[in-house]
């Protein structure tokens, strides 16, 4: 997995609230694309007008954002359905970090499982940013940290962020989670051993 | 020293910790792991080329459901046989995982089967790579759905590494009005409380229209608690628990069942523990709901009005709600009750089960679904199938025009290649009204299955309680 210390670039802003994994994956890209394809079709519905020509509104569509490995996102972002190829898809990008009010919580699982990182703000703080990375946007860079959990925007102050201190362990260090729980082996056979005991019915054979 | 009161999911979730990560995080003992068609043969590829193996394969089940074929005569092979369903057998095989293969008993939408095979049980932990495996909790299973990589982690260690959810409970008090079902009180829920408002949370569904509620009822209400952005939702295990799990094929039996009865009647919280959020809700009153927008939070009763974003205060929601209005091409101020439709679906992980398809016998008996609409009836596995033409419902379906087809996830994804016309709109018994869920450019309303119904003989969105009198 590769590791996240600190990155710097100019941040896409998506700010409608509640983008589910739906949009940022259509199911029908999931089951066809290969994994390593699957960002041609990333925010499809939004990316792309019906007859399959690029939606110039659409932020990512923009020259000043196209290589941005920074997206600022509305509320209850990557909500709905599982699947960790709406995560695969972004990472496919080039998008190293999101910034967004809030998450939906398997998708911010599965972020961390690819070194993306997921950033929360204050609702007011992102939508401030968000502001920020539309005006003069080629010029408006901004430094993630997270060996600092620093947010350093284009201008102003920069801003803290919190990260679940094992999460941030292990993407500093680009740590894989199975390697990690292969350590803890003997006490997974320990409490099954303890467990058949007390919950028999659980182990079926 | 008097020990801390705890909640059901605070005893369920300590007894699974097998280390202790730091920082509120824990590697969980996993008791059932559920794997299908799209993410399972994937996830097993990978424990292969990471070097590792399934440590225990007995302790996990798969089944094909999101991309068969429901085709009556299709024997259920859809486009994507090949590249989802194939593998998942042979990985499955290789593994000494069990699969309940197409066709077979035991066949199923993953979240069907589960529970009507004796597999979920209650104070068990059960993880499937599907963000509805929430519906477990039903039976009082810690029950959530987890990525492909967590998949592989589960399938590789039999463990998941997880932060403690924090908990709200939301209590149900009275009973619900007639033609009124839990689907319709749990989106007045996700409706009045927000898609985002169990976010962090793992929420207990407690109080009397809970009490009340059959074991397929509780799954309808657990199921949609990811739509309030809840990765697990829960009720405590009762008799009506027990009676329901007795004499299922993976139960416990004899001797084990007097033993796990006697756990399971320890599980429930405890009467002074905290909540991190309580919300009291007030049943009686509680109309049918249809949702209006591309969010399962878009929700109306059925005697409202398509609501005007103009009128909404805060301006990210009315932004939400126009582009949401311009996709279901609705204009405000509409009445949702008489809206003509195209098609129809009673099905997916939410309705499907066989209480659900009586529900929507009894009111389609004698009735004509209306001639420009297409009406689809999809149980939600194979033993909801046979119990349901055991019984003959499928004679009252066809008779009264509905299409009688084979379990699968089927029109509620439409990753089998099914799937609802661009610019069709589609009264459906699902989860998820999102942009292209049913199809790309198709509009889906959320409904109950008597809803549902209602809609199919009308032709348009309509109260089912008109069919009632
Ligand atoms: S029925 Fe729908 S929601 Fe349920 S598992 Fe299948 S696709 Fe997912």
């Known amino acids: 997995m590769q590791k996240f210390t600190r990155i710097t670039s100019v941040a896409a802003p998506l700010m409608q609230a509640n983008i589910d994994t739906d949009t940022i994956i259509p199911m029908s890209r999931y089951v066809t694309a290969e994994i390593d394809t699957l960002h041609q079709f990333a925010f499809e519905p939004l990316r792309f007008n019906a007859d399959g020509s690029e939606n110039p509104n659409f932020a990512l569509n923009q020259r000043a954002f196209r290589g941005a490995h920074i997206l600022i996102v509305g509320p209850n972002f990557g909500c709905g359905s599982s699947r960790e190829t709406a995560v695969w898809a972004i990472a496919g990008l080039g998008i190293r970090c999101i910034i967004a009010p809030s998450f939906g919580s398997i998708f911010y699982a599965n972020c961390f499982q690819s070194g993306l990182l997921p950033v929360v703000l204050p609702l007011v703080t992102v939508e401030a940013f968000a502001v920020l990375a539309e005006t003069e946007p080629e010029r408006a860079e901004f430094t993630v940290n997270l060996e600092t959990c620093q947010v350093v925007p284009p201008k102003g102050a920069s801003v803290s962020f919190q990260v679940e201190p094992f999460r941030r362990v292990a993407l500093l260090e ?31 054979r | 020293m008097l020990s801390d009161p705890l909640t059901l999911i605070d005893k369920i979730w300590d007894q699974h910790v097998v280390a202790d990560l730091g920082s509120e995080f824990a590697l969980l003992h ?33 089944t094909p459901d999101h991309t068969v074929s429901t085709e009556p005569g299709a024997d259920h092979v859809g486009p994507q046989y090949e590249r989802c ?36 049980l209650p104070g068990t932990t059960v ?292 799937t609802v016309a661009a610019g069709q709109r589609c009264v459906s018994t699902t989860n998820r009204n999102f942009v292209g869920r049913q199809g790309k450019d198709s509009k889906t309303h959320l409904v109950s299955p008597g809803m549902a119904v209602a809609a199919a003989i009308s032709g348009r969105i309509s109260d089912v309680r008109k069919l009632l009198n």
Request: aromatic share 6%; proline share 5%.
């Open chain 1, 174 to 204: 680009g740590l894989d989670d199975i390697g990690l729980t292969m350590k803890h082996d003997e006490e997974i056979a320990d409490f099954q051993r303890q467990d058949r005991q007390q919950r028999p019915w659980i182990y079926l």
């Open chain 2, 30 to 62: 996993v008791d059932r792991s559920l794997i299908h068609d799209l993410s399972g043969a994937r996830a097993l590829k990978t424990v292969a080329e990471i070097g590792h193996s399934v440590r225990n394969p007995e302790l996990t089940f798969a």
């Open chain 2, 127 to 418: 993880l499937c790579g599907d963000s509805h495996t929430c519906t477990h909790g039903g039976l009082g299973a810690l029950a959530w759905g987890i990525g492909t990589s967590e998949v592989t982690h589960v399938l590789a260690t039999q463990t998941i590494i997880q932060r403690k959810p924090k908990c709200m409970r939301i209590n149900f008090d009275g009973i619900l009005d007639c033609g009124v079902e839990p689907k319709d009180l749990i989106l007045s829920v996700i409706g009045r409380l927000g898609a985002a408002a169990g976010d962090g949370y793992a929420i207990e569904y407690a109080g009397q229209a809970i009490q009340g509620m059959s074991i397929d009822e509780r799954m309808t209400i657990c199921n949609l608690s990811i739509e309030m952005g809840a990765k697990i939702g829960m009720v405590a295990p009762d008799n009506t628990t027990f009676e329901y799990i007795a004499g299922r094929q993976f139960a416990p039996r004899d001797e084990e069942w007097e033993l796990a009865v006697e756990h399971w009647q320890t599980l429930p919280g405890d009467e002074d523990a905290q909540f991190d959020a309580e919300v009291m809700i007030a049943v009686a009153g509680v109309a049918p709901q249809v949702t209006w927008g591309t969010s399962p939070e878009h929700v109306t009763a059925i005697d409202g009005l398509v609501p005007d974003p103009a009128a909404e205060a805060d301006s990210d929601k009315r932004r939400a709600m126009a582009a949401a209005l311009e996709y279901t091409d609705l204009v405000p101020g509409t009445p949702l009750d008489g809206i003509p439709i195209d098609r129809v679906f009673i099905g997916s992980c939410t309705n499907s089960r066989l209480s659900d398809l009586r529900r929507a016998a009894n009111l389609a008996r004698g009735r004509r679904v209306a001639d420009n609409v297409r009406a689809w009836v999809v149980p939600g596995s194979e033993d909801v199938k046979r119990a349901a033409v055991a019984e003959g419902l499928d004679t009252i379906f066809r008779d009264a025009g509905f299409d009688w087809r084979e379990p699968g996830c089927s029109l509620c994804v439409g990753s089998n290649g099914e």
């Open chain 2, 85 to 120: 369903v194939k593998p998942l057998r042979r990985y499955s095989q290789e593994n000494g995982i069990q699969m309940f293969d197409i066709g077979e008993p035991g066949h199923g939408i993953v979240h069907v089967i589960g529970p009507e095979l004796g597999l979920t």
